[in-house]
């Protein structure tokens, strides 16, 4: 088709919705009577607008708005909402129906009255979160107090070398008071002690701390003694007896006799220092007792007796006030 007049056809043969736009009009276009200008149409063109919908369709004349059925925002007479209808939920016929429409409960509403829901439960909340803090300020103090309790024991305890307690007929030490609380007892030098049997004087080992690095060999023979007599001691009670010896191989053992009297069982002469048989050198260590003495002199012997064994070399004693067990 070109522009232009190509005929005697007319507008509406041309453009079966020529009627709807301005030039068609113009040109006399009307609405066709069947359905899209074909015979026995069942469609019927209408002007944009003018279905009524919820009743009988009319048609407005030419030119003129449809009807409006009715103003914007109120609802359609024709249309029923749901709860609206009988059997629908709160609608009429349902009991506890009253025409309105039941609603669900909102998320969280519990039992009570007037509908109102639980909240978090903060009381049990609050509640937990003091009951941690509390526990971990228990735990801490227990850890402080452990860890005061074992400093306190650190601070008792001898060093890592010093040999266990004699087996006596003495009750075991309490905690004594501090080093400047006690009395300072007597020392004595291997060269400064009575020698009796085989006993003697030697100082080819090294390690000794005499003066001149002196000590007592030969104590390995029976009969052989060293005798301490001691002047000067305060108070009558408990005190401890050190004796700081060379031990290699085998744990060693000789008899203590104070003031005439054995004392308990033997003094445990034992290899502390761990030194290979015959290596004196390395085998310097230390052991203690814990005698009664009388205030004023006591007599304090070590001797190789029947049984002892006695293969050590000898090189200070002293004295503690009380049962210690260290300097």
Not at 98 to 121: L, T, V
Not at 265 to 274: S, W
Request: glycine share 16%; charged share 15%; aromatic share 6%.
């Amino acid at each position: 088709m070109t522009p232009g007049n190509n005929g005697a056809s007319t507008p509406e043969d041309d453009d079966p919705f020529g009627y709807l736009y301005a030039d068609g009009q113009a040109n006399g276009a009307q609405p066709p009577s069947g359905g899209y200008g074909y015979p026995h149409s069942v469609n019927r063109v209408r002007t944009v607008g003018s279905r009524q919908y919820g009743q009988q369709s009319q048609a407005a004349p030419y030119g003129q708005a449809p009807q409006q059925q009715g103003a914007y925002g109120r609802p359609n007479p024709h249309y029923a909402a749901p709860e609206t209808l009988p059997g629908g939920p709160g609608g009429p016929g349902v009991p506890g129906g009253h025409g309105a429409a039941q609603r669900p409960a909102p998320h969280g509403a519990g039992g009570q009255s007037g509908g109102r829901g639980r909240g978090p439960n903060t009381k049990g909340l609050l509640i937990g979160a003091v009951a941690v803090v509390a526990a971990v300020v228990i735990g801490i103090g227990v850890a402080m107090t452990t860890s005061d309790s074992d400093d306190d024991k650190g601070d008792q305890a001898g060093p890592s070398t010093a040999p266990t307690q004699s087996q006596t007929s003495e009750p075991a030490p309490s905690s004594s008071g501090s080093a400047d609380s006690q009395v300072e007892l007597p020392t004595i030098d291997a060269k400064a002690l009575r020698l009796g049997g085989s006993a003697t004087l030697a100082s080819d080992v090294a390690g000794a701390e005499s003066d001149g690095g002196i000590y007592v060999a030969n104590l390995n023979q029976p009969g052989a003694s060293v005798t301490w007599t001691v002047n000067g001691i305060p108070k009558d009670g408990a005190y401890t007896v050190f004796a700081r010896y060379s031990a290699a191989g085998e744990d060693q053992s000789m008899t203590l006799t104070v003031n005439g009297k054995e004392f308990g069982n033997k003094l445990n002469l034992g290899n502390f220092a761990r030194a290979q048989d015959g290596d004196f050198a390395k085998g310097w260590t230390e052991t203690y007792a814990w005698p009664t003495l009388n205030k004023g002199t006591n007599t304090i012997t070590l001797s190789c007796q029947d049984g002892d064994k006695c293969n050590v070399l000898l090189d200070q004693l002293w004295l503690k006030e009380g049962q210690v067990k260290r300097r």
